[in-house]
């Protein structure tokens, strides 16, 4: 790997993110999140989709109810959009833009795929039982010392350390 | 103080401030790697711990901020959201995501940068935990019960452990500093390399992990802002310097009769206190938290003169310096305790057999002065209370 590809030393790039949520949490008194995103994405499509099922059922009235613009004008909406330029313009200076499908040494694309969308719905429904994902719980909870943050990062890494060896030749065996 | 939304920044720019810290989020993500899921996965095999190092790393950092900025009082931490502990399902979701990490290879923070760079797997990602989220919103109902038991509210880990702040946040740099040797040693020998991680440049490895530890010890050993400001107050007070005014309390009786509205009169002892019993008109501010920048405006009003009294006079003279200090040059301390002033009214007022004249008009004042500041207090009663300023706790979170 030429030096131009290189990753930031792991040390280095976890000091920039923490100031990046320490700035966060002084401007605006909250954490950083990510999930809550997708399910402002989540919830717009059932409003589009399916307005009288949105209008009679409770979760997305609730929702509705804490988000008067609109499901999409939401705080996290916004920052996952700054989220993604800036990654895409990281991507750019260190040279790693390009359609890629990245995978262990054993598996076929489709399996990838299959892969990533599961394991994406089991994060998703995780995070709204848990609310709150690696970014919004466990990270931003360690930030305040949340004792309900700082579980839930227990029982995500917990959890993938317990089922890694069934999973092991998604990634690392032939 | 921060948090500088709403009070300093308009929350009309907090979708910009989003975007800017949003951005920052990303490239440090990207830039850490996360953006590869085999770099992310690698945690759960052993070689590669980049995710543990950037994580912790990020957290630790945060977290010593966090602290500082308060302890400087630069951060209303009593503002800031802290995530909610329900323990039941916090563990139940958080096992659910640890399955979508390892099977999926992302987290949705990292699918997201991933997918800006052009991952194709992290678009499937966000595709799935849509429909994940989606799911969820459908089988909310089942889920009702068990999502809202065990609510513990905004709880905070220290407070659990029964320990000090400062304490879990030493212990927790440790931790990450233990956790960042072990992991390097474990991820060299994975790997099937020699371990590399004690030796060769160990002078800044060791100056890394000494500024983390050194900035908490600092914070452990000097005193707050909050604490400083007193001590020198204190210091100031016996030296002579800077007496309060006082008054006393047939002055106050007087003066609540007949123009309470020019006068603040403020109680300083705990609220039970307070509802026990207080001086007609009067608000209650303990003395702990009078220090608050949210009772600034309400100390500083140049209409009125604020009468601080408490459980002993030297309570209500604390409390005058505080005010003093925070730049109210009137203020005024009651020379009596709230106890004396109530049985100095609300007693029995006797007047001895062959009265001197300024006896038998202190009496005959004490009781009329009881009856009027009854009827001052009832009417304020009734009428809307003085506007608070009410500080709430910041909305955050996944929602």
Known sequence: MDQKNKFMNPYLAGVLLGFVLLATIYITGRGLGASGAMKSVAVTTVKATSPDHYESTAYYQDYAADHPDGPMKSWLVFEMLGVLIGAFLSGALSGRLGLKLEKGPGVTNTTRIIGAIIGGMLFGFGSQLGRGCTSGSALSGMAVMSFGGIITMFAIFGGAYALAWFFRKLWITR | ?399
């Open chain 2, 1 to 399: 103080m921060a948090p500088l939304i709403p009070e300093i920044i308009s929350p009309e720019y907090n979708y910009l401030v989003a975007l800017i810290v949003g951005l920052g989020f990303g490239f440090a993500l990207e830039q850490a790697g996360f953006s590869s899921t085999r770099k992310l996965v690698g945690l759960f095999y052993g070689y590669d711990f980049t995710v543990l190092k950037v994580f912790f790393t990020a957290g630790v950092t945060a977290m010593i901020g966090v602290v500082l900025l308060s302890h400087l009082e630069m951060l209303n931490t009593d503002i800031i959201f802290v995530n909610p502990t329900f323990l039941p399902s916090a563990i139940t979701g958080g096992i659910i995501m640890g399955a979508g990490f390892i099977i999926g290879g992302f987290c949705p923070g990292t699918s997201a940068a991933a997918a800006a760079i052009g991952k194709l797997d992290g678009w499937a990602f966000i595709g799935g935990a849509t429909i994940g989220i989606f799911a969820f919103g459908e089988v909310f109902p089942l889920l009702e019960d068990f999502y809202l038991a065990g609510n513990q509210g905004p709880l905070l880990f220290y407070d659990v452990l029964g320990i000090e702040r400062i304490t879990f946040a030493l212990i927790l740099t440790a931790v990450a500093i233990f956790a960042f040797v072990a992991t390097g040693m474990i991820e060299d020998k994975v790997n099937k390399k020699p371990v590399h991680i004690l030796s060769g440049n160990w002078k800044k490895k060791t100056i890394a992990a000494a500024i983390p530890l050194a900035v908490v010890l600092l914070i452990m050993i000097t005193p707050s802002r909050k604490e400083f400001t007193m001590e020198k107050l204190e210091a100031r007070a016996a030296a002579g310097e800077c007496k309060p005014d006082l008054i006393d309390a047939d002055k106050l009786a007087f003066e609540l009769m007949n123009n309470y509205y020019h006068y603040n009169v403020i109680d300083v002892r705990s609220p039970e206190e307070y509802e026990e019993f207080h001086i007609a008109t009067a608000i209650n501010i303990p003395l702990d938290d009078l220090h608050s920048t949210a009772y600034r405006e309400l100390l500083n009003q140049r209409i009125q003169t604020n009468v601080f009294y408490g459980a002993s006079p030297a309570q209500a003279k604390k409390a005058c310096l505080v005010a003093r200090y925070h730049g109210n040059t009137t203020s005024l301390a009651l020379d009596v305790t709230a106890e004396d002033f109530r049985n100095t009214f609300y007693g029995e007022i006797n007047i001895p057999e062959n009265p001197t004249k300024s006896e038998q008009t202190v009496a005959l004042f004490r009781r009329r002065a009881a009856e009027k500041m009854k009827e001052i207090e009832a009417n304020l009663a009734s009428r809307e209370k003085p506007v608070q300023k009410k500080v709430t706790r910041v909305q955050g979170g996944c929602s």
